[in-house]
């Protein structure tokens, strides 16, 4: 690579938490994958807080390699924070999101690239299996992807991930979008454009283990659907008249009992009392539920920063390495 070089170029966004033992086979990986492609790399690693060597690795690495450059966020503020930031901080002609666990495997960014080429803007990648996963991973996964298509109107692809390639304008597009709960595979569906698959194997993960346990997961799914629909809202509302319409029903069932069948009538403490914690339980359930997309809207009305850089010389100066 020279510095006039004239080729386009793909940034490649690899959110990390503590991945030491993963970062050095990714960049291996992607080194020899870029030197078969016509186009230039580039190689974000953005650092969602890690406390084991990884930073080390990469800034000893960027001495020897200029496609290497190091993101380092403030502190941790999520996975789906830390692709922002990466996609940020890309000047490329298209950007490739990819975690940095090796399940998604970098090799196909070149079918990514392929289809960008022939004019796509978004190419997603499509999972046909999913090595190393439980069997409970992935029926909840399946599961949202269905209740997920079902509430939402934005056509989000089932058995996808945010490894995808988005092109310059998608990207210029998604920074103008500043929500504080975001879902980015949902968001660059959202935002249009030519949109096509591309799919894949997915292989278990190479080292370390999972940063997205079941409730991690279970907590971007809410995000996601809270996100793009307010249906949970009119379900609560469904619930409600259902619990009416049964109470209504009980007192002409229980005003029929009086006049016509008086003798049926006994003390029922016990299904009283059950009625009154079913009924207690749903409107907790419910005012919880409002208090969420309430919670929401106070965060957004605060409109903070979504993230924040640490600075790259501060970083090598604590990690003792020299400046280029």
């Known amino acids: ?11 490649v966004v690899i959110p990390f938490l503590n991945e030491e ?6 960049y291996k990986r992607l080194d020899a994958l870029f030197a078969k492609m016509p186009e230039q790399g580039k190689f974000l690693f953005v650092d969602d807080g890690s406390s084991d060597g990884s930073v080390r690795w990469l800034l000893a690495k960027m001495a020897e390699d200029p496609r290497v450059k190091l993101v380092p966020l403030s502190r941790n503020y999520g996975h789906q924070i830390a692709i922002t930031a990466g996609m940020d901080v890309s000047d490329a002609d298209a950007t490739v999101i990819i975690d940095c666990d090796l399940q998604d495997p970098p090799e196909v960014i070149a ?3 392929a289809r960008w080429r022939e004019g796509y803007d978004v190419v997603y990648a ?4 999913r090595e190393g996963e439980t069997w ?3 029926f909840l996964a399946a599961s949202f992807y269905k209740i997920f298509q079902k509430l939402v109107k934005v056509p989000i692809p089932a058995n996808t991930g945010d490894f995808r390639l988005v092109d310059r304008k998608v990207i210029e597009a998604l920074r103008e979008v500043r929500e504080l709960h975001r879902f980015m595979r949902g968001l660059t569906c959202w935002v249009g454009y030519r949109q096509c698959a591309v ?3 997915r292989a278990a993960r190479h080292a370390g283990s999972t940063k997205y346990p079941v409730w991690k997961s279970a907590r971007l799914a809410f995000d996601a659907i809270t996100s793009f629909s307010g249906a949970p809202l009119r379900w609560i509302t469904g619930g409600g008249l259902f619990v ?3 109470g209504s029903l009980m007192v002409v069932n229980i ?3 009086r006049i016509f069948n008086p003798e049926s009538m006994v003390p029922g403490w016990a299904t009283v009392a059950s009625l009154i914690l079913i009924i207690g339980g749903l409107q907790l359930i419910c005012l919880g539920l409002i208090g969420q997309y309430i919670s929401r809207i106070f965060e957004e009305s605060k409109k903070r920063p979504l993230y924040y850089l640490k600075d790259l010389e501060a970083v090598r100066r604590e990690y003792g390495a020299s400046t280029r």
């Open 136 to 138: 409970s991973k992935k």
């Open 126 to 129: 499509v999972r046909d299996s």
């Open 21 to 26: 033992d993963n970062i050095p086979e990714m």
């Open 1 to 11: 690579m020279t510095v006039n070089d004239s080729r386009k170029t793909i940034a």
């Open 244 to 246: 009416s319409v049964i």
């Open 199 to 201: 799919h894949y194997r």
């Open 111 to 113: 079918d990514l690239a």
């Open 255 to 257: 005003i029929w009992n």
